[in-house]
């Protein structure tokens, strides 16, 4: 099989209009407008669904960890100011409550391990991401970067989040981020390229 290419950077125009659309739900709901409440909940679901995956260690507990952050979200809607994208403030919101998550159950670091940490996202994970197949390549990828240089890589390159928000949300500077985002797509296209060698090593053996 052809080794995929590394995905590009998230187009910026898409995820703007994005999180001006949720931004402005936000700011509605918060107002009391209940069809805004859902619009928010709907656009930002799924992007919950994969932070919270990729930092919790325990697959089954990733749905009511969602939960709990538009619960969070909600109950908290009153001192959102839209200073900030709804999309920051909400996986800013979702962070917590996986941290909580381990206070509560003791658990040891708040990364996972890489056999639950590929299972969760996959779980969550919209099929069809460019240039991979249903990320599963993807999956196997990310799973072996460090842990901070794959958050950084899955915020800015797969969420779109802005490098400055990747950064308010990881609790670093920003050229943090952006040193971390390029070492991590270092480290993808050398894995790439070690697995296109492998294919054509494969492909030029000679039948048994």
Request: net charge negative.
């Amino acid at each position: 099989m052809i080794a995929p290419a590394v995905p590009k950077p998230a187009a910026s125009h898409g995820s703007t209009s994005l999180d001006e659309s949720t931004t402005a739900w936000a700011l509605a709901a918060r107002a009391g407008d209940t069809a805004a409440v859902e619009h928010f909940v709907r656009a930002l679901h799924r992007d919950v669904l994969r932070y919270v995956a990729h930092l919790c260690a325990d697959p089954q507990a990733v749905d009511d960890l969602a939960q709990d952050t538009f619960l969070r979200a909600l109950g908290s809607l009153h001192r959102f100011e839209g200073r900030s994208s709804a999309r920051s403030w909400l996986l800013a919101i979702a962070r917590r409550a996986v941290i909580d998550g381990y206070r509560r159950a003791s658990a040891r670091p708040r990364l996972s391990d890489v056999p639950d940490w590929q299972l969760a996202v996959e779980n969550a994970q919209p099929r069809g991401l460019p240039g991979f197949d249903d990320g599963v390549v993807l999956l196997d990828l990310l799973g072996s970067l460090p842990d901070e240089r794959r958050e950084a890589f899955v915020l800015t390159q797969l969420l779109g989040l802005p490098y400055a928000e990747a950064a308010e949300l990881s609790d670093c500077p920003v050229g943090t981020v952006r040193s971390r985002v390029a070492r991590a797509r270092a480290t993808l296209l050398d894995l790439l390229d070690e697995s296109e060698e492998g294919t054509l090593s494969c492909s030029r053996a000679p039948n048994a």
